[in-house]
DNA sequence: CTGAAAGCGCTTACAG
DNA sequence: CTGAAAGCGCTTACAG
């Protein structure tokens, strides 16, 4: 009764009450049973008659029971909480493109709605620098605020991962560590998008409308000459590029080096980027963006060189391409989020583990893949 | 010296002590006073002397002591910990701008920010309507995981605003509570930026730059006629509108009925306003707008319809106004946050208050002014 | 399956 | 200014 959210519907003694504190003793007392029964009925409800776990229940209803967090982290020695660190998205300094935000906030977002269904705090954090990270989170963890911690744009030598590793701290990065001799560490769990297979399902739209002029806009010219993508910014670029690979007689008419331009992450950029590749590349029909920021760039620009109609795909399918309208990928950060938890807590119950990837079947690593919004 | 948190400086045994439990007995025992010396020294270091001060502070420094979160807020009925709701920042459905979130974001980081500096967390939760808000907070409150709320978004007759007052829970929202009868009210204390403020501020400037065919694109077309704003919407079209009153010869040259257009949220908007206004005001050169995304909607558009140079100013000073280069009115969102932190906290102390604002010179309603990013 | 006892690590209130 | 005692509200481990 008192679980109604309709504060205006309810008369002014049941909304005194809406706030009021009840402890387990209450409850305990109310039922007729001990307070071991009730927290049972809460933490173990297996344990407890069929009978005896309704009853308590409906008392625990009647009354509005919320068990006190602080005495259930105390006792138990878990938090029930994990950390998230949020940036800023103003960008300072050096442009970042058009939304650079976008993809942390909703990844928090995301991670804060599959939390909350499983009874999990989401603590927010902020740093500057890797070393006033480590500061943070090492308050955080002493202090017992948080049992598991989920980390991003990690790379391969990074501070947090040894302090992590190194106290078996429960964990979990969104994104690959780039650069790591083994990307599938079992000492490194991570959720990642499949950025190879975003450009490719974006290459081969293009090659479906009999498009074939497609060109390419990244951020760095690729260096390696792996097989293997060792950046963001190369796993995109490669699914452009061994798509159009396997379509021989495009690459005989002009070959892919005419075809790719790299340029940093910026509306501007992308327009830099499109001058060039239409230089190169005249013929280019559709261009394949590493952003959604870029690919703005290239979109506006074309019309200004005289471009009739340019197709253009971007990455991420944040506001930006909604708003103009052309094809983007989306990572579904709502999956992002809800495997990275359940890597950390498994797919059921509600604490946060420590995970012995090298003999558990668990899998480590989920490499997601994006879906094309085509516009 | 475990306050290194370069970890690849530090030897295997140090490293391994860094995130060891230590406990306040340990810290006692090791200082040779009594744990409630240590207790003080850190939460009345006023009743201890110096010299026991220095030692005890140099042992928990030496030691890495950090208080146990759970036990302090269960014992001191404290859990220094404020709740803030987050939203999706993927605007799926209807339009929402290019960047939705960006506000809402950006705060959410700086009161982090402003909040790790008084040792209160910050913990997000998220809500698909007011009925599951008052459900989350109720959850949130009876568990005792905050001691206050942050709120936004609220309007004069807000289910939330109920609850909060009721029960006396310390709360602030960001944002007028537009519609209320007296938005002075000390029973609801805000922050919030002065929107007109900022539209006469960009008014202003193109006056100045001799430019006086000024026009506005806004949301919605203000009913009210009364002096005083009743919306966001209405409070940044007064500014421009207040502004051009004074300059009499302007008006009547071409009234402000034929300046004005109004629209909805996103660039498209934007530019169907600006071919609006083009042909119900054919000589304007600059366009104040209510939001970053009709500005560059306006700006788009402009080039389309042969306005040789168009000058906008947008609200928020997103990426958007930084990547294409127009004027903004920056919130300062890092000012607001530490305004609404202090409005809960006070200027100094590490408590959340209830402030009974009626009997206090505290100030419950700042009005903070937008910074003119002229480009 | 149920309940009496112990105790998690602190802070508070108070005696010295 | 300092320290011995009490207790915050739970969960755990164990006895019945």
Chains 1, 2 share one sequence.
Request: with cysteine; glycine share 6%; charged share 25%.
């Amino acid at each position: 009764m008192l679980g109604s959210p309709f504060m205006e519907e309810l008369d002014m003694p049941t909304r005194k009450k809406f706030l009021e504190n009840v402890s387990i003793t209450e409850v305990a007392d109310a039922a007729g049973v001990s307070i071991q029964t009730v927290s049972n009925v809460l933490n173990a409800p297996e344990k407890v008659t069929e009978k005896t776990l309704l009853k308590v229940m409906k008392v625990i209803e009647h009354l509005g029971y919320t068990p006190n967090s602080a005495a259930r982290s105390l006792r138990s020695a878990k938090s029930s909480s994990i950390a998230v660190r949020i940036d800023s998205s103003a960008s300072s300094g050096p442009l970042k493109g058009l939304y650079a935000g976008f993809i942390q906030d909703e990844f928090v977002f995301q991670l804060t709605k599959v939390s909350e269904i499983r009874g999990i705090k989401v603590i927010s954090y902020t740093a500057d620098s890797h070393e006033s990270e480590i500061e943070k989170l090492r308050t955080l963890l002493k202090s017992k605020e948080v049992d598991g911690l989920i980390l991003s744009s990690t790379v391969d030598i990074d501070p947090r991962l040894d302090l992590v590793t190194l106290h078996q701290i429960p964990f979990i990065t969104f994104g690959r560590p780039w650069g790591a001799k083994n990307l599938y560490s079992t000492k490194h769990p991570w959720v990642d998008v499949d950025g190879s297979f975003g450009t490719s399902l974006a290459t081969n739209m293009f090659l479906d409308k009999k498009i074939t002029n497609i060109g390419f806009i990244g951020w760095v010219f690729p260096k390696h000459k792996d097989p293997d993508p060792q950046s963001v910014n190369e796993d995109r670029y490669l699914g452009w590029r061994n798509t159009m690979q396997s379509q021989i007689k495009l690459i005989k008419t002009s070959p892919l080096e005419s075809r790719a331009v790299f340029g940093n992450e910026s509306v501007e950029d992308g327009r830099r980027a499109m001058r060039e590749l239409h230089k190169k590349f005249p013929e280019v029909q559709a261009v394949v963006c590493a952003s959604d920021s870029l690919a703005l760039g290239a979109l506006l620009e074309s019309k200004n060189i005289g471009i009739r109609e340019l197709l253009v795909s971007g990455f991420d399918n944040n506001p930006v391409s909604q708003e103009f309208g052309f094809t983007s990928l989306d990572q579904n950060l709502r999956q992002v989020a809800k495997s990275s938890f359940e890597v950390l807590m498994g797919e059921e119950g509600n604490q946060i583990r420590r995970i012995d990837f090298a003999n558990e079947s668990t899998n480590a690593h989920v490499l997601l893949r994006p879906a094309l919004i085509a516009r």
